[in-house]
Antibody
Framework: QLQLQESGPGLVKSSETLSLTCTVSGGSISSSSYYWGWIRQPPGKGLEWIGNIYYSGNTYYNTSLKSRVTISVDTSKNQFSLKLNSVTASDTAVYYC??????????????WGQGTLVTVSS | SHVLTQPPSVSVAPGKTARITCGENNIGNKGVHWYQQKPGQAPMLVIYSDSDRPSGIPERFSGSNSGNTATLTISRVEAGDEADYYCQVWDSNSDHVVFGGGTKLTVL
């Protein structure tokens, strides 16, 4: 059974960089037809897509965050990571990593991590 | 940013049928996927590609998509179905994953 687990600091200071890692177990991050994604959810609000990455390093980013986001992959560790620069209080959210399965419709997130709350403090 | 249109809330009595809509111009030309999220939990895929169910999802959950509206239908609603539901598409014009704003399903 595929499992994903987010890890990283739960508290980040304003203007600094948020860094999270997602460790994939029970399957290879290098499988074809899968992307790996980051999604966030501010407290009490809806889901916001951050971006996706393929094992080759190909990425798609949400335009609204693109200038501050970097998603990378480490196939040797079966991990992918998120960096979000210049954070503010509005970046406080639960951050999820997830597996994105692609089909001719585009794709969907079929496996999710449990999520990790990141709070931006001033 | 681009967000699919969902009603903020839907209420239904136990045993009845709940319908949650997801609207966008010509959404029928896209594949729509649905997630269930219970408090304190990660979202869970309940319908993919308009109407397919992942393994383990009850047959009470079904989906349809045509024209400008996709619909998640939950038959014989149970108390355990109370949750937030989100629709999602891939927008090939912008190469973005797009989520709906979410619908809170309340079981009366």
């Amino acid at each position: 059974q595929l499992q994903l687990q987010e890890s990283g600091p739960g508290l980040v200071k304003s203007s600094e960089t948020l860094s999270l890692t997602c460790t994939v177990s029970g399957g290879s991050i290098s499988s074809s037809s899968y992307y790996w994604g980051w999604i966030r959810q501010p407290p009490g609000k809806g889901l916001e897509w951050i971006g996706n990455i393929y094992y080759s390093g190909n990425t798609y980013y949400n335009t609204s965050l693109k200038s501050r986001v970097t998603i990378s992959v480490d196939t040797s560790k079966n991990q992918f990571s998120l960096k979000l620069n210049s954070v503010t209080a509005s970046d406080t959210a639960v951050y999820y990593c997830a597996k994105y399965s692609t089909n001719w419709y585009g794709g969907y997130f079929d496996y999710w991590g449990q999520g990790t709350l990141v709070t931006v403090s001033s | 940013s681009h967000v699919l249109t969902q009603p903020p809330s839907v209420s239904v009595a136990p045993g009845k049928t709940a319908r949650i809509t997801c609207g966008e111009n010509n959404i029928g030309n896209k594949g729509v996927h649905w997630y269930q999220q219970k408090p304190g939990q990660a979202p869970m895929l309940v319908i993919y590609s308009d109407s397919d169910r992942p393994s383990g999802i009850p047959e009470r959950f079904s989906g349809s998509n045509s024209g400008n509206t996709a619909t998640l239908t939950i038959s014989r609603v149970e108390a355990g179905d109370e949750a937030d539901y989100y629709c999602q598409v891939w927008d090939s014009n912008s190469d973005h994953v797009v989520f709906g704003g979410g619908t809170k399903l309340t079981v009366l």
